[in-house]
């Protein structure tokens, strides 16, 4: 088999693992996690690591919709209110930053939007509300959920969840490509 070949049959077993995962999240916590959100004066974003990179991918497509968003750890990210939402993410909800993060947030009666493997952590304990991607943490080396390295189904996951809820929302808004590119960066 060549190498083109051995590539394309892992882009089909990354497919395929995403479909499966994400099919198992509940419908009912995605409405509740985008209810959340547009109710929410400001949306806060916070991650470490690679489910940080994929909040951030996720905070722009929001910020396009015209949503006040922001990323945690930024210059330019004011203080978090009672009526924002922060949204993190962490496999294994044990992440010292995010869990740091969540508690302040918790503190000023933000809500908190906590994406994480599974319901049984202390990041899931301190939410309000939590979609649950059941993809293997970044630590099973199992494969029993993922042939995948460390937590990459999660993170893809994640930003595919992000964006069905972004695609939900500019649907609703009645907005157009060409009304949302205004927003795009334009310095780059």
């Known amino acids: ?32 996690a985008k209810n959340a959100m547009v ?3 400001r949306i806060f974003f916070m991650g470490t690591g690679r489910s940080g990179l994929a ?9 396009h919709l015209g949503l006040n968003v922001f990323v945690v750890g930024e210059i330019v990210t004011p203080a978090i209110l009672e009526n924002d939402i922060l949204i993190v993410a962490s496999g294994s909800g ?15 009666n933000t809500k908190i939007l906590a994406i994480t ?24 080396f199992s494969e029993n959920i993922s042939q995948q390295y460390a937590g990459s ?9 992000l964006d069905a809820i972004f695609s939900v929302l500019w649907e609703n808004s009645g907005k157009t490509k060409e009304e949302l590119w205004p ?3 334009n310095l780059e």
């Open 183 to 185: 927003k795009h960066a």
């Open 1 to 32: 088999m060549s190498q083109k070949q051995n590539i394309l049959n892992k882009i089909q077993d990354i497919l395929i693992e995403n479909r499966q995962v994400l099919l198992n999240v509940s419908e009912v916590e995605l409405n509740l």
């Open 94 to 108: 044990t992440t010292s930053t995010v869990l740091i993060a969540a508690e302040k947030a918790k503190k000023v």
């Open 39 to 41: 109710s929410a004066n």
């Open 117 to 140: 493997t599974n319901k049984d952590n202390p990041l899931a304990e301190i939410a309000n509300h939590i979609i649950q991607i059941p993809a293997a943490q970044k630590t099973d």
């Open 55 to 63: 909040l951030k991918m996720a905070a722009m497509r929001f910020m």
């Open 153 to 161: 189904l999660f993170e893809q996951s994640t930003l595919f969840v």
